[in-house]
């Protein structure tokens, strides 16, 4: 306890002061930094003043620590080159500079090389308006007329995006972007073609594709979406051929024929019919089946099934037998609208393992020209493909018949082809069919399958190779590994070719009279020259006799290009050739590849096959994969037009027509909301999301002024108290400091962006603000300016600001060099500065963690809040007016009061009586914020307010009560710890007497 203070010194205390004079003598904060971030204001020039050259100087920097190569190789997956930055992109693109960011800090050199996907439909079909109006003298000028817009497009919205992605504060080499219509770029897809082309795997193959109708392009399974469509579904009957044992079978019944009954939902791909397909593991019988007209006929159906067809088809069954596989498999069956090939023969039955019982009748209708399954099984059994009798714009053609000529298969040609069956007589039933049907992923347009001549590449030598390789992949989430796997699983070929002008060109020449395609090394090398001198555009503009090599000028006439471009995937999946390697090294690798869940199927699977078949190994291209969801809004729905809840990333930071609706929250903002985010699963945003993120990034703000403030008279050199002088109280706000770092650091390093947010939030809100801020003060501004126990805690606060900066670098950039800055007596926004990010990462000193005493003073701040909450029932039963003014008496169990004196906080020979300013170290009084505190006294105030809980943290009951101290108030530091009302405190006493209270 410290001696009373004698009557001279407070009588001269209280000459130095009067009332008002009080606050002259506290150490206040003290701080230009502005309380509001004023982000559309400052945030530009925070990002010309510190971010300038950052990016450049990091790698020269950090790249001569690690001995001249890169240690983090971020690769950007080339966002498409057409339409306006948007929330999505936000997402994407701040992820990867999160990561970047926090590698920088780690003192890793990082190579971020933004890209552009330049290539490829959507483009072109806003440059094809140049076709309108006016006339080419051929398609070769029309083509290039429709690539130089197509071109112009791209640039324009490369300039918009690039502009967007440099707001939102991404560092990257924006001086030297790939883009894929770079001719240095398309001469490296080319050069990897070739590669692939001399180890036999570029074939060319007429096979049913993915068609587009809308498009009048071939698409890969990559192109696809999956929308709920409405089909129209068919029952028909084939007749079975007479004859066999199937005939023997019938007379034993006293029939003469039957039919086999088949189920499709593709009504329109009938005339193309070539065989019926069975599983000879499935059960089929013959049935004797009635319509409700009477009429009976014997038909053969799976067995499993057949309740379900006569449901469905309104049919009743009189009789029904067993009919062996075998027995189908030879007697081959009569086709129906017999009009593909005029072939009125008999056709084959096939045995087909991909015939189930799930759902139809278990015989499948097999048209070759439009089913992939259908082609593989005709052509393992010799049946002839026949020629596609629809056309690129989905419309049939004269094979089909003059009924079918030009209507399109989708609409009016597959309702005739309905009308021809009713008409022939072997419609059995007809139904709309509701399932997921597979669409143009850029024009929201539904496909077909159709068998063309085009390029392919042949997976089948590879697979297992590109399996093999996924196994030294880290995938985030870890799900993201199986679902690559089920995709790859199911392919053996890549048709890359597409018949659009928009494109890295297929470099092939065809002879004009046998159609024989001609490419070679030698050719393909020749090509590549040009291409990189000129880009592709010399296939359009060069002769045929300049593209080809100088050994077969003299033949050029013999030949003609063609014409067909490279899918837009073999574009991009050759960016880890054309970019990482061609930059960084030949044997370089990105250490992450970061995209939405879409590109499992896109660019993730098209550069591992590229890789994969490139190096002839099991090498992917990347060591970890990340992947995001999508935007949704606060109800969970995605963003559409129709719906108009779309959120622009422009809006946010720079708000709307309407600021009280949509402010203006800046940069830091944006990110700190995708930071928050989980992002493997989809992200929400809305109004009220984005208020709260405000609300977290407004305490972080606040909190960081408060540091600066309170640190103003400190310098770390010279004012430091060390670990050991410290009150137990700092050690354990560095304890949790020190846990906030190691769970923090964590998280970045395995990208959960969220979880190192919620971190620094909780240090923030429960240590900081919530309980050592609320102590803190009282030392900070009313002790001596150069005490111990000030600058233990501006030691502790020190350390706090200095590793949350870094903390929140990765996302709320402007704000970390904010508080970086300012903290260095620099404010960035007026004057160029250095960046945090190159001062490294922060790390917990040796001796901060220490679990025994963190348990204890966990257990004193559980007893904070609940002293805190009688309190508040006592203001309302109008005991107390604050807690400044009250008197608490706690009973406590054992533990409870061991731990109380174990803190240093309560006097070691366990005095019951720690009325304030009796100590310098803290008492109770200090860390509960009252009046005075009584501990395991038994007698019980009249007028106080009892608050009691049974079990408190394991320890047992404790008991609150609270009443009114009467004590006066230190005008000075309003304690109410005085015996009068004129009275200052011991304490403020013997500061002002010291003459020594304001900090310089």
Known sequence: MRPAVRPQVLAAARSLCTANDYQATLNLPRTNFPMRADAVSREPKIRQNVMTGLYDRQRKELRQKDGGGPAFILHDGPPFANG????GHAVNKILKDMMCRYKMMRGDAVSFVPGWDCHGLPIELLADRVRRGNTFDSPEEAAKAVRAKAR??????????????????????????????????????LALFAEMHEQGLIVQGFKPVFWSPSSRSALAEAELEYHDHVSQAVYVRFPLAPGGE??????RRGAERAAALSWTTTPWTLPANRALAINPRLDYVLAEVAASNGESEWVVCCKDLLPTVLEKCGLTCSAQEPVAAAALLESGYLPVLGVAGGDEGPRPILDANYVTKETGTGIVHTAPAHGVEDFGTCTRHGVE??????DGAGRFTSLAGAALEGRNVLTDGNATVIDSLTDEGVLVHHESYEHRYPYDWRTRKPVILRATEQWFVDLTPVMRDAMDALEDVKMIPVSGKDRLKGMLGTRSDWCISRQRSWGVPIPVFYDIHTGEALMTQETMKHVVDLVREHGTDCWWSLSTKELLPPSLAETSNRYRRGYDTMDVWFDSGSSWRAVVQEREGSQATADVYLEGSDQHRGWFQSSLLTSVVSQRSAVAPYHCVVTHGFVVDGNGHKMSKSLKNGVDPRVVIEGGKNLKLEPAYGTDLLRTWVASSTYTNDISIGPEILK??????????????FLLGNLSDFDIDRDEVLLEKMTELDRFVLHALAQTIDEATLAYDNHQFGKATAAVNTFVNQYLNGFFFEVAKDRLYLEN??????RSAQTVMHYALEAMTRLIAPFAVHLAEE???????????????????????????????????????????????LVFRAIEDAKVAEVVKSGSEAEIHLVVPTTVFETLKNTGIMPPDAVTDTTAGECLNYSLTDVFLCAEIRVNEDKVEQGCHIFAEDNFRGHGSIEVQVSKTEQFKCPRCWRHICHTSMDLCPRCTTVLHDGNSQAP
Do not use: C, K
């Open 785 to 790: 300016a150069a005490s111990v126990t000030r």
């Open 819 to 865: 508080l970086h800055s300012f903290r260095r007596g620099v404010d960035p926004s007026e004057e160029a500065s250095s960046s945090v990010l190159l001062e490294g990462w922060t790390e917990p000193r040796a001796g901060w963690v220490d679990t025994e005493m963190a348990t204890r003073w966990e257990d004193v701040r559980a007893l904070r809040r």
């Open 385 to 390: 493909i026949g020629a596609s009798m629809v």
């Open 84 to 87: 306006q930055p948007h929330i």
């Open 692 to 705: 709260l993120t405000f609300e977290h990034l407004r305490r972080i703000r606040n909190t960081g002024r």
């Open 246 to 251: 199937l005939a023997g079978q019938l007379s």
């Open 152 to 189: 112009s497009i791209a640039q324009g919205a490369i300039a918009e995006q690039r502009e967007a992605f440099q707001q939102w504060g991404v560092l990257a080499d924006w001086e030297n972007p790939y883009m894929t219509m770079d001719p240095s770029y398309e001469a490296a897809q």
